[in-house]
């Protein structure tokens, strides 16, 4: 009996449940509400300098600069703080940050302005953003990738890092966890051998947390259930305990059993072992016997061998193998994280796993 799914992301976007790419036609529009004063300002800058005996209205060129000056600062400090431009809030848009939802800032704002200018200086540059616009699934133009940012249809905003409510998750965060120390390796966490996920590296070594304690009576595991540990199985099978299997309260399977994650093509892949997905994903040294899943990406935003799946002793795993445009995780009621280069973070039932312009969702069968 599987648990309540949580809504499916919009298809090829990458983005949570709930969240919409910014329609093009209202971005336009956007741009042009905003655009207005800035070609108030030039019309008096232009009039004052062809103005008065000597050519140049000095007082009316003045109010022209000052103006532009000033409606460029309002905007930028509006999309910098507040996620929205004065013509983005009429049209219900907002500029977020693709990892965390939240404002840019004034600094990635800058940033996209000035990529947005010098490759709109040019012909072929504009042709370059327009064509970047209408071919990424979340509309973004070049001067947006590289704010790492993306226009969304207009929500509250994400909570700040470390304020969102926390969510009880189906299975012990592996955080919570003590990692094992290797009494000869210095006291580094011993890294997963079972299911490994490369080559030892100093910012991507998972720690073996402790065996996951049963949690007797929680929703999330469903209404069958497995005999306790110690007590003897009616069928004549051995207890979980009994023949030496994590127990998880409530159903007839381990923390390693159960995971599937649903890809956005349709395709369900059961987690077992290592999987390993991208463009044309490769098998490092050690993972000859992981499941290779191939994601057709014909905007070349998935990398090669992108993201890691596994399954340790604290449930299931991901792992950002190094790629060009990284990984996310949206874990259910909470804002949307990223994953660090070579890091193994836990991910709970119901998460959705950003890559590229695709999506995973993680779910877990009760059989």
């Not at 949570?16 to 209202?26: F, I, M, S, T, Y």
């Not at 069958?224 to 003897?232: H, T």
Request: proline fraction near 11%.
């Amino acid at each position: 009996m599987s648990s309540a799914r949580p809504p499916a992301p919009a298809r090829d976007t990458g983005l949570p449940p709930g969240v919409q790419v910014g329609p093009l036609g209202r971005r336009f529009g956007a741009y042009v509400i905003d655009a207005v004063v800035p070609a108030v300002a030039g019309l008096l800058v232009n009039l004052g300098a062809r103005d008065g005996g000597d050519g140049t209205n000095v007082p009316l060129v003045v109010v022209g600069v000052v103006l532009g000056l000033a409606w460029g600062v309002v905007c930028w400090q509006q999309l910098a703080t507040v996620a929205a431009s004065p013509g983005m809030r009429l049209l219900k848009l907002q500029l977020v940050g693709f990892f965390d939802g939240r404002p840019v800032g004034w600094g990635r704002v800058l940033l996209r302005w000035l990529v947005w200018t010098v490759l709109s200086a040019t012909g072929v540059g504009l042709l370059l953003v327009l064509g970047s616009l209408l071919v990424s699934p979340r509309h973004q133009g070049w001067h947006d990738r590289a704010a790492k940012a993306v226009v969304i249809v207009e929500r509250p905003l994400a909570p700040r890092a470390g304020k969102a409510r926390t969510a009880r998750p189906a299975t012990p965060p592996a955080a919570a966890a003590a990692p094992a120390v290797d009494p000869a390796s210095d006291g580094r966490p011993v890294p997963n051998a079972q299911f490994p996920v490369g080559p030892p590296r100093s910012a991507g070594v998972r720690p073996v947390p402790a065996t996951a304690p049963a949690v007797a009576g929680d929703p999330a595991i469903g209404p069958e259930l497995a005999p306790l540990a110690g007590e003897p199985d009616p069928s004549g099978e051995p207890s979980p305990a009994e023949d030496g299997r994590t127990v998880v309260a409530g159903a007839r399977r381990t923390i390693l059993d159960g995971w599937v994650a649903e890809l956005d093509d349709g395709r369900e892949i059961v987690v077992r072992g290592l999987v390993l997905l991208g463009r044309n994903p490769q098998p490092e040294d050690g993972e000859t016997d992981a499941q290779l899943v191939k994601l057709p990406d014909e905007s070349r935003t998935v990398s090669k061998t992108h993201l890691a799946l596994g399954v340790d002793d604290a449930g299931l795993f991901v792992v950002d193998r190094g790629s060009t445009n990284g990984s996310t995780i949206t874990p259910p009621g909470q804002p949307t994280v990223p994953v660090g280069p070579f890091h193994a973070v836990p991910v709970t039932e119901g998460s959705v796993v950003s890559i590229g312009d695709h999506w995973v969702r993680i779910r877990r069968d009760a059989r």
